[in-house]
């Protein structure tokens, strides 16, 4: 078996250097998205040869546990409604109580997901993406089920939901239906259909957040990567004001606060990491604490009574809660030990908010939080077929040193057997060139532990996660070092582990 994965691992690399060399000599330009982006004769050529059936069953039966997503409740906390993608496609589902029957809502062959529910509980609001091209389109639908209303779905455009205003009445997206590289900002009558144009300036716009009001729109304008400029715009007289950012090429994110004139700010600007702020009367002030670590998420419920901000400590996640006037800590109520604890999407009185715990050893499991009652309810049930979860390996953080001495974290996942004697080692490195490897649930690593290898993801500077000082280790001349961090893994492994 061990033999038969590498091979599989090693000729599906080999084939998608080929397959995209083939297709870059074959195509003028960009082909787009999908499966009209490769043709039927590449994929033949290419195509991987069959693995033995007992090895593709078990394959298969790691790969049919899925874990669902953290859901988002209805307003009265009566319902969840949430993504999974157990039947292979990711798709939409109810539940009625917690850990009930789940119910189906929409199927197909097209992956569906949960956006967003309207103030009044009246519609979902979903996205699906046709064939996988990754240009998806916008519904609505009863939350009893039914037929999808299309909203806007256009072939080789992407629109994307940004805000559903307090009476339910308009819905607010983008899309880059006027030009490919710019968002327009559209916003639509449910009762209606009718579509009305609100912001067409060139760029790459997305709506940060609507003022109390709703007569101003927060922008966020992506200019680079890990660059953002924000902007005020007036539905009344169209007028776009620069806030913050122009001209500076840093990274912010950016909500209302709950103090006239203020905005929450998610920024590494200021420091080597990630921090919450207060931004009022052009000054920073910090909300989160003086940490070593990243700030990954910073965002306030909708009656601006709470802050929720989740921290990156060294690739585990730890969920925290503030006074969004005082930023005094709220207590969480005790979770179970996790990887990650991820705060999900509140309703919008702010009474409900979804948490998901992660392990090593299940499926991330999706609970909600009652802040009136304090009461912690699991709702969904991860399913995991012919799979014993509780004998997956738990990642380990390790470190290996690179030449100049400077430590590099890595996650190891070992087989039992393999901590008394050496076992073979996959290394896996994260794309990116921005990302992270993560502890945590992965059924894909468990795969290669069960046939016997150590399963390491290292990452390598340029990696984030680690503050802004490891993310641009890598940049222009400095990207070599991204190149001696493999090989020195590669050199720590052979040396330390197979001794």
């Keep these: 078996m061990k033999t038969t994965l590498m091979s599989l691992v090693?000729?599906?690399?080999?084939?998608?250097?080929?397959?995209?060399?083939?297709?870059k000599k074959s195509a003028e330009g960009y082909a787009g998205h999908g499966a009209e982006s490769v043709s039927a004769e590449t994929l033949a050529k290419f195509a991987p040869t069959s693995l033995p059936s007992e090895v593709s069953n078990r394959i298969q039966n790691l790969m049919d546990v899925r874990a669902p997503g953290l859901g988002l409740p209805t307003p009265d906390g009566k319902r969840l409604f949430f993504g999974w993608g157990v039947t292979g496609i990711p798709q939409v589902w109810r539940l009625d109580s917690p850990k009930g029957f789940p119910v189906q809502l929409t199927g197909g062959e097209d992956r569906t997901g949960l956006l967003s529910i309207t103030p009044d509980g009246r519609w979902l609001i979903m996205s699906r993406d046709r064939k996988g091209e990754e240009n998806p389109g916008l519904y609505l639908q009863s939350p009893n089920g039914g037929t999808l209303i299309e909203i806007q779905h256009k072939k080789g455009i992407q629109t994307r939901y940004s805000w559903t205003t307090?009476?339910?009445?308009?819905?607010?997206?983008?899309?880059?239906d006027i030009r490919p590289d710019s968002y327009a900002?559209?916003?639509?009558?449910?009762?209606?259909?009718?579509?009305?144009?609100?912001?067409?300036?060139?760029?790459?716009?997305?709506?940060?957040?609507?003022?109390?009001?709703?007569?101003?729109l927060l922008l966020e304008k992506a200019i680079g990567a890990l660059q953002t400029e924000i902007f005020e715009f007036s539905l009344n007289d169209k007028k776009l004001t620069p806030i913050l950012g122009q001209g500076e090429r840093e990274d912010y994110s950016a909500t209302y606060g709950a103090h006239p004139g203020?905005?929450?700010?998610?920024?590494?600007?200021?420091?080597?990491?990630?921090?919450?702020?207060?931004?009022?009367?052009?000054?920073?002030?910090?909300?989160?604490?003086?940490?070593?670590?990243?700030?990954e998420s910073f965002a306030i419920d909708h009656p601006r009574k709470r802050i929720y901000y989740s921290v990156n400590e060294n690739g585990y996640t730890r969920a925290y809660a503030l006074d969004a006037k005082t930023y005094k800590p709220l207590a969480l109520p005790a979770l179970p030990k996790a990887d990650h604890v991820y705060v999900g999407s509140a309703t919008r009185n702010g009474r409900y908010i979804t948490i998901g715990i992660e392990t090593a050893k299940a499926p991330r499991t999706s609970y909600v939080l009652d802040w009136e009652t304090g009461k912690l309810t699991?709702?969904?049930?991860?399913?995991?077929?012919?799979?014993?979860?509780?004998?997956?390996?738990?990642?380990?953080?390790?470190?290996?040193?690179?030449?100049?001495?400077?430590?590099?974290?890595?996650?190891?996942?070992?087989?039992?057997?393999?901590?008394?004697?050496?076992?073979?080692?996959?290394?896996?490195?994260h794309g990116g060139p921005e990302g992270q490897s993560t502890p945590g649930f992965s059924t894909f690593a468990q795969a290669f532990v069960e046939a016997g290898y150590v399963y390491v993801e290292p990452n390598v500077r340029g990696s984030t996660g680690y503050g802004k000082e490891w993310l641009r280790a890598d940049n222009g001349a400095k990207r070599l070092n991204v190149i001696s961090d493999i090989e020195d893994a590669a050199t720590y492994i052979k040396k330390t582990w197979s001794e």
Excluded at 196 to 207: C, N, V
Excluded at 399 to 423: E, H, L, N, Q, W
């Design 378 to 429: 699991q709702w969904v049930l991860p399913s995991s077929p012919e799979v014993d979860t509780q004998k997956f390996a738990e990642s380990k953080l390790e470190f290996y040193p690179a030449r100049d001495g400077t430590k590099i974290p890595m996650f190891v996942r070992r087989p039992a057997k393999c901590a008394a004697s050496p076992c073979p080692v996959i290394v896996h490195f």
């Design 166 to 176: 307090n009476d339910g009445r308009h819905i607010f997206y983008s899309s880059n």
């Design 262 to 295: 203020e905005l929450l700010v998610l920024t590494n600007k200021l420091g080597n990491y990630y921090r919450g702020y207060s931004y009022k009367n052009k000054k920073f002030e910090p909300v989160t604490p003086d940490l070593k670590f990243e700030v």
């Design 10 to 23: 090693l000729s599906a690399a080999v084939a998608t250097s080929a397959c995209a060399k083939t297709e």
């Design 185 to 216: 900002i559209y916003r639509y009558e449910i009762a209606t259909g009718k579509k009305d144009k609100i912001f067409d300036e060139p760029g790459i716009w997305s709506i940060a957040d609507v003022s109390a009001d709703e007569r101003t």
